[in-house]
């Protein structure tokens, strides 16, 4: 027993209910929030620390036994993606405090941040499926919320398709559920991965299997990708990063979870469909990024092919591959959230989404424009950037079981990817000055959290020998289920 | 029992697949929460339908049932039912902002 | 909205009691029998609308003046400070005890912090259910 590890969920809870009832003043909220997840921050790297001198923590909420009681779980993997989740969160928040506005603001704009928070650091923990859903929905009705924020047009006829696709895989999820309980009669991680060793993982687990991938696919962006471009579109910056960030991670985290730990039997079908899906939504992914020229849709066909190499890590399932996985999950989160902070503050400067209106801003916005570059290259993965090693690991992972051609597909998307951000950069920053340009708008506060974003990002691969053990240890336990299972149900 | 249970749950899920083709976003709303119902009758089908005493409470009942599918349900009823309350107001704004119920018109493309 | 049908003004002024002390029942009969604070919310929370229904939304505000999504929150801190309790004592997360104790006119009573909880899921429910209810009714 350890209440310590449910503390990075209980925080933003606590701060989301009490913004609540200060609805009026908004500077408050500010506090309270700033406050709230600067000491999650905090506490979630204690968790880490403590999760790597003791091993898995586990809670038996109010005493109940793991298969029975809700169980919280926090595994390195789990504790590393909490701390992740709540640096983006305070770079996020601190963005919104100088772009969100007066009357977003007075609309609960902080307490749903402060919910969607809770919603993922809650999947990231949970030990059964059944919360896992259950915090699944608290994300996602916090994120219907905030993507409406603002009432435009746009936006509600967006969000309108976003809730409905959302509806409509969470009433799959259910129905999955269903039939995984009809079979194994159990929901606790640790116990379903028991009984399906047990059972044998025949054709009807593999089948229920898939289903679950197509859930969680689609809340991924896994292939089924078709809603994002639209929904993520619309909403203000801090959203959409915050989103860009975490949202389809907890769809891959969900998808690393289940088919390390309970359908890891049957690889010749279920991980070759997922290093299939993988390398088709590589593929389409960096079609996208390179077709647009609007620099919002360039970064979210960007997600969509970074999501493809995390879970193409999944599907090669080898130690280095998944701690290649968690590396780059850990860097994709942070990279894709730092941005989707630039991009927006990018197209506030410049007045326009669209690239070929933009140009030669780098004289006037230096620091944007180099920050943009190195993130760039974080994305893409030019050592010493923190893409590089995960990037390294996965494709070794790939090379050393065989998967030639989607490592090579995987590598070629990369070089894409490349192709796609320097687009931006060239017709963005690059030339001449465009007619009709915009006064100059302080960017200041605006940069401050993508500074620290950066430093992250270049700490990620410079510092990779410090961050390499924690890692290890994790991606340890997703290759080895005997150790989740021993620790939850403690034989 | 069952059969009868399958054969509704079937029936949801054709209705609520059927409503939500349709064009009109009240209709579609409706297909959403019929199929969210359906999904609580398999949930309730696949982990058997059986009766018993509330578990928990004693140990003198012949049969307990499995408060576990019932917790899920319950979970899942409240959620759809603050899902789809959300999404009825969202349709009642947008209908009033952008003038129409009509999916079809309200296929945008990317530049406004 | 208000269509002042006397009939239905009558028989909810006596109805609401009925359905208030219901669901007071239902809500203490939660902690052994079929109930709880969810399904008492609810129910009070149709007591709510019913009187909103048969009178009109400005009326019940006047006679009921409570922010409903203020109500939502301090029912969820109610709930969530109940778990929280449990780091004081240094048990498990969400841990309820319950004991028997002499009050007067009850007599020997069991008295379980999880009814605590239940107070709390029962405001959160009032409270959601009616800022939905009153802000799809407010706009016509």
Redesign the interface.
């Known amino acids: 027993m350890s209440n310590i590890i449910i503390m990075p969920l209980l925080i933003p809870l606590f701060t989301a209910i009490l913004l609540v009832f200060f609805q009026k003043q908004a500077a408050v909220q500010r506090w309270i929030g700033g406050i709230s997840v600067l000491g999650n921050i905090a506490m979630s790297a204690y968790i880490v620390h403590q999760v790597y001198l003791e091993g898995i923590l586990t809670l038996n909420l109010s005493g109940w036994l793991a298969p029975y009681g809700i169980v919280f779980v926090s595994d390195m993997f789990a504790a590393l993606l909490v701390l992740t989740t709540n640096i983006v969160g305070a770079a996020c928040l601190f963005f919104a405090y100088r772009t969100i506005g007066k009357e977003k603001e007075k609309y609960y704009f902080y307490p749903f941040f402060h919910f969607l928070l809770v919603g993922v650091i809650g999947s990231f923990l949970t030990g059964d499926i059944f919360n896992l859903f259950v915090c699944f929905e608290v994300m996602l009705i916090s994120s219907y919320a905030l993507i409406v924020l603002g009432g435009t047009k746009r936006q509600l006829r967006e969000s309108i398709k976003y809730i409905l696709i959302n509806i409509f895989s969470s009433a799959l999820f259910v129905a999955s559920v269903a039939y995984l309980y009809g079979t194994v009669g159990t929901l606790n991680l640790a116990h379903l991965s028991e009984r399906v060793a047990e059972a044998g993982q025949g054709g009807m687990l593999t089948i229920i299997s898939v289903l679950f991938l197509i859930v969680f696919g689609l809340k991924a962006g896994l292939l089924l990708f078709f809603w994002l471009p639209g929904s993520y579109s619309v909403p203000a910056t801090a959203v959409t990063a915050l989103f860009g960030g975490l949202l389809t991670k907890v769809g891959v985290y969900a998808i690393v979870r289940l088919f390390t730990l309970v359908f890891y039997h049957d690889q010749g079908i279920t991980h070759v469909l997922i290093g299939g899906l993988a390398a088709v939504t590589m593929i389409l992914g960096v079609i996208g990024a390179v077709a647009y020229k609007d620099v919002n849709r360039i970064l979210i066909y960007n997600i969509i092919a970074g999501i493809g190499f995390i879970v193409f890590g999944v599907a090669i399932a080898n130690t280095s591959a998944l701690e290649g996985t968690i590396f780059y999950l850990i860097h994709d989160m942070v990279v894709k959230a730092l941005l989707f902070l630039l991009g927006g503050t990018l197209i506030a400067v410049a007045g326009t989404e669209q690239l070929r209106e933009m140009g030669g801003l780098i004289k006037r916005y230096p620091l944007l424009g180099w920050l943009f570059f190195v993130a760039a290259m974080a994305l893409v993965g030019v050592p010493p950037l923190s893409g590089f090693i995960g990037k390294l690991l996965i494709v070794r992972g790939g090379l050393e079981d065989g998967w030639y051609w989607i490592s090579g597909i995987g590598l070629a998307s990369s070089l894409l990817m490349l192709y796609s951000m320097m687009k931006i950069f060239m017709s963005a920053f690059w030339g001449e000055e465009k007619s009709g340009v915009q006064p100059k708008v302080s960017v200041k506060g605006l940069l401050a959290p993508s500074v620290c974003l950066t430093v992250l990002v270049i700490f990620l691969g410079v510092g990779a020998e410090w961050v390499y053990p924690y890692v290890s240890m994790a991606a340890e336990v997703l290759a080895e289920p005997q150790q989740y299972i021993q620790a939850v149900l403690k034989e | 029992m069952e059969i009868m249970m399958s054969i509704a749950t079937g029936v949801l899920f054709m209705v609520g697949t059927y409503l939500?083709l349709s064009r009109s976003?009240l209709r579609?709303i409706l297909g959403?929460s019929l199929?969210?119902h359906?999904?609580?009758l398999?949930?309730l089908?696949?982990?058997?339908l059986k009766t018993g005493a509330a578990p928990l409470?004693g140990q003198e009942a012949a049969a307990y049932t499995d408060p576990?599918?019932q917790?899920?349900i319950?979970?899942?009823i409240?959620?759809n039912f603050?899902?789809t309350?959300?999404?009825?107001?969202?349709?009642?704004?947008?209908y009033q902002?952008?003038g129409t119920d009509n999916m079809e018109e309200?296929r945008?493309g990317?530049d406004? | 909205m208000n269509n002042g049908d006397v009939i239905l003004q009558t028989s909810t002024k006596i109805i609401l009691f009925i359905i208030i002390t219901f669901s007071a029942y239902l809500f203490f009969a939660g902690h052994h029998n079929p109930g709880g604070g969810f399904i008492g919310g609810l129910m009070s929370a149709s007591a709510l609308v019913l009187l909103a229904l048969a009178f009109d939304l400005k009326t019940v505000r006047k006679v009921i003046p409570v922010n409903y999504r203020v109500l939502t929150a301090l029912g969820l801190l109610l709930a969530v400070l109940t778990g929280v309790g449990s780091f004081v004592f240094d048990v498990p997360f969400l841990s309820h005890t319950f004991g028997y104790f002499d009050l007067p006119l009850l007599g020997k009573t069991e008295l379980a912090t999880a009814v605590l909880f239940d107070l709390g899921v029962y405001l959160a429910v009032v409270g959601v259910t009616m800022t939905i209810i009153l802000s799809i009714g407010e706009d016509t």
């Open positions: 939500i976003l579609i959403t199929i969210t359906g999904v609580h398999l949930l089908t696949m982990s058997r409470l576990l599918p917790a899920l319950l979970t899942s409240v959620i603050g899902v309350s959300f999404f009825f107001v969202l349709a009642y704004r947008a902002e952008l309200l945008g990317d406004e």
